[in-house]
């Protein structure tokens, strides 16, 4: 028979060792849900993978190392720290890694000439001198806006690539052949990468961009479509216990301004790809995801109301308002989907967008005229004013959507989308209509009109 402290301690071994099988069956399901999540991060692995194998062949076959010797690990380290998720995060990190090191490299070498004229005493002061002055400039020069944004890793580069270069030139002698090892051996691992990241199972980050804004607007349409049957749908209506989860979707929108901006950044790198051209309008994605952001806001104001506030019996102005309020937010809903569809399928907004929106507006209107003459008892006030902050954040979210279809609009021209064949207008059927014969002689004619046609644009 097994004693007490026996028991005690299988029963420890037993607990500690459910403990661990628990982490390890919650670490697999981890790691299966962010492949599943989305399955190009497993090829972005096996391509990681194939590049560091591609590169390793400097070490692997003899005349390679011969020719690089040592500097041959730079190769295998460019890549583990250029390749990144999306062609346009590689090709940023790729040029940045080469310009600097070929820019660190030359004015280092032109620091330890300079150095040289000093002597064997005044070489390692001026050395140091010049090693302060630049690296200082190039730190600080990284604080300015657009180097931060686009060249900081490269800044960082620069400096590590002088510094080596300058102060190792000091006690090596054959810097210039260390140099140019170290330099073609980061140009090979960064073209490596380049070229595997494009022509294998390319991620481009203007893409996901642009699927990303679409795809945000298309959640801000799910909850204004939802919104007013479920602001109005009463106790006892049987949709208490239903899982709605458009009310909730929008909530993502909120946090992702650091993925577009982070997206735009890298876009700008990129070159034309699957529709999107060289000089691709990437801040009209900007300006239409914030605008969205702010509409999500607002909409995150309705939720509270729809939590807080929501009507339990139907009262008289809820009934008259009830048909307003819900053909407004759908209205809106519509506008946005139609917005959503517009980018997706990178065409101009059709004339059903200016449509839902005229109708969100009409109805807004509406809804504030029923507000205000609606008179209540002293003790309903409260509930009026919860239906006037309804009321206002509804109006507030068409004037936003507004501002998101003026933006849609000049992506479209900005990016050259396709452009719908449209009804002739009413000037354009006059003039397929009208037909002018000319007179060999005018004098002839007695009851000819004669116009004078100048070369002057029309304006209507």
């Known amino acids: 028979m097994n004693s007490p402290n026996q028991e005690e301690n299988l029963g420890t071994v037993a607990r500690k060792w459910d403990w661990v099988k628990g982490k390890m069956v919650n670490a697999a399901k981890t790691t299966k849900k962010i492949g599943t999540d989305d399955p190009r991060r497993i090829i972005h692995a096996m391509k990681v993978g194939l590049t560091l194998t591609l590169v390793s062949l400097f070490y692997y076959f003899r005349p390679l190392y011969d020719s690089f010797g040592e500097s041959a690990i730079c190769a295998i380290l460019t890549v583990v720290v250029v390749f990144e998720f999306t062609v346009g995060g590689t090709l940023s990190?790729?040029?940045?890694?080469?310009?600097?090191?070929?820019?660190?490299?030359?004015?280092?070498?032109?620091?330890?000439?300079?150095?040289?004229?000093?002597?064997?005493?005044?070489?390692?002061?001026?050395?140091?001198?010049?090693?302060?002055?630049?690296?200082?400039?190039?730190?600080?020069?990284?604080?300015?806006?657009?180097?931060?944004?686009?060249?900081?890793?490269?800044?960082?580069?620069?400096?590590?690539?002088?510094?080596?270069?300058?102060?190792?030139?000091?006690?090596?002698?054959?810097?210039?052949q260390m140099s140019h090892q170290r330099l073609a051996t980061v140009l090979m691992g960064g073209a490596a990468c380049v070229l595997i990241s494009i022509f294998v199972c390319p991620v481009w980050a203007g893409q996901d961009l642009h699927n990303l804004v679409a795809e945000n607007i298309e959640k801000l349409a799910d909850f204004l479509d939802g919104f007013g049957e479920e602001f109005f749908s009463y106790a006892g209506d049987g949709e208490e216990g239903d899982e709605k989860s458009f009310l909730t979707g929008y909530k993502s929108v909120l946090d992702s301004e650091a993925t577009e901006d982070s997206l735009a950044q890298f876009a700008w790198w990129e070159p034309p790809h699957g529709g999107f051209k060289l000089c691709q309008p990437w801040k009209e994605y900007l300006k239409i995801g914030n605008l969205a952001r702010e509409c999500a806001h607002h909409i995150q104001t309705l939720e509270q109301c729809l939590i807080h506030s929501k009507p339990q019996v139907a009262s008289e102005i809820h009934r008259k308002i009830e048909k307003t309020c819900t053909t407004m937010s759908k209205e809106t809903g519509k506008a946005l989907r139609e917005v959503s569809s517009t980018i997706k399928e990178k065409r101009f907004p059709s004339s059903s967008l200016q449509s839902h929106i005229q109708k969100s507006k009409s109805e807004g209107v509406d809804l504030i005229t029923e507000l205000e003459e609606f008179s209540l008892p002293l003790h309903d006030l409260r509930e009026t004013m919860k239906l006037f902050v309804v009321a206002s954040t509804l109006c507030d979210i068409v004037r936003i959507v507004e501002e998101i279809s003026v933006s849609v609009a000049q992506l479209s021209t900005k990016a050259r989308f396709e452009n719908p064949k449209s009804t002739p207008t009413y000037c354009e059927k006059q003039r397929q209509l009208a037909t002018i014969e000319p007179l060999d002689n005018i004098d002839q004619c007695e009851d000819c009109v004669v116009i004078d046609v100048r070369e002057q644009e029309l304006r209507i």
């Open 93 to 176: 990190k790729s040029l940045n890694r080469g310009g600097a090191t070929v820019l660190g490299a030359a004015i280092g070498i032109g620091a330890k000439s300079l150095a040289a004229v000093g002597g064997e005493r005044g070489e390692p002061v001026i050395r140091g001198f010049l090693v302060f002055i630049i690296a200082g400039a190039a730190t600080y020069t990284r604080f300015l806006p657009i180097v931060k944004r686009k060249y900081d890793y490269g800044g960082q580069i620069f400096i590590v690539t002088f510094s080596l270069v300058a102060v190792s030139g000091y006690r090596v002698n054959h810097i210039l």
